[in-house]
């Protein structure tokens, strides 16, 4: 009993002692002349669709939910997002060369419509980031004709 | 108690300790990438454009026969010649070109590599990076001969092309389901 009571403890030392290391917030404030909607055309409507379903992880500016600021959940917020925005950032779309941005817009395209984006464990979470299929109809279109438009400034 | 003090500081210093280690990699790391663009590659074992175009071969080679693993092993070394390529030879066109290419080609070859399991997804990945091993080697004198083939089937009819070292079609996005499928387009030389 008293050695139970002496991990407890400890763990609780140790949870309140983890919460004294917040990462840094992934938040810039403001939509920078190399975002996606100031780089190429983005109708409104699929504006909207990608800052909620999308941006969290792919963009600059996260909107960050309570729990980001429990460790260690945080954290694992923080590894997520920073390989999300390797990937593909959207707040830097307009420093891609126009080859990757052809090749990024393809892969949102075929991303959403298998399935496979947005991710199921942050669409359970999120629910308003949930894309009908109209919303998906929408994204798929926008991408191919944003990429056959690069392609022919190209 | 004083036990357990010392483990929750310990506890909270290797924490600490660990994430500055992260940030300090994560620096070095960009930092690296800057210094690499800046600078030639040291001309003693790079990668020339003839490396990379064998590695691309061997994913090519690896999807014809539906294998994916082999596939991602192509990938790892295509991602590897890439980081290694020497550019002092290049004139500063070449030079452009080439990172053009390559901004674009680096991550194909690295989700190919991590992708082992997926092969609609290696697929994928493959049809773009091979419309820039096809630009790189029409920009950069052949080494070989190369001939660019095209599948009308893959992709729900949409059709895509690939490069190839053999005049007979060996299809790398149907395999085995498919493998004569397609035709020849042009004999890069």
Sequence with gaps: MRLNKKIS????????????????????????????????????????????ACYDCHSNNTNYPWYAYVQPIGW??????????????????????????????????????????????????????????????????????AKDSIATRN | MKKIFIGVAFIAITLTACNNNNNTTEEKKNSDTTHMAAMPAPATAGSSVKDIVEHYLHIKNALTKDDGKDAANGGKALSDAFAKFDQASLTAEQKKTYADIVSDAKEHAEHISMNADKIAHQREHFETLSKDIYDLVKAFPAQQALYKDYCPMYNNGKGATWVSETKDIKNPYLGKKMPTCGQVKEEIK
């Design chain 1, 9 to 52: 403890l400890l763990l609780l030392f140790a949870f309140i002692a983890i919460q004294l290391i917040q990462p840094a917030r992934n938040i810039d404030g403001q939509v920078k002349a190399k975002d996606i909607s100031k780089t190429i055309g983005v109708p409104e409507r699929v504006n909207a669709l990608l800052r909620t």
């Design chain 1, 76 to 145: 694992m917020l923080n590894n997520h997002i920073r390989n999300g925005k390797q990937q593909l950032n959207f707040s830097e779309f307009g420093s891609y060369s126009l080859r990757r941005q052809q090749s990024k817009l393809k892969s949102i395209a075929s991303q959403v419509s298998d399935g496979s984006m947005p991710l199921s464990s942050y669409t359970w979470l999120h629910k308003n980031a949930r894309l009908s299929k109209e919303d998906k109809a929408l994204v798929i279109e926008w991408a191919a004709q």
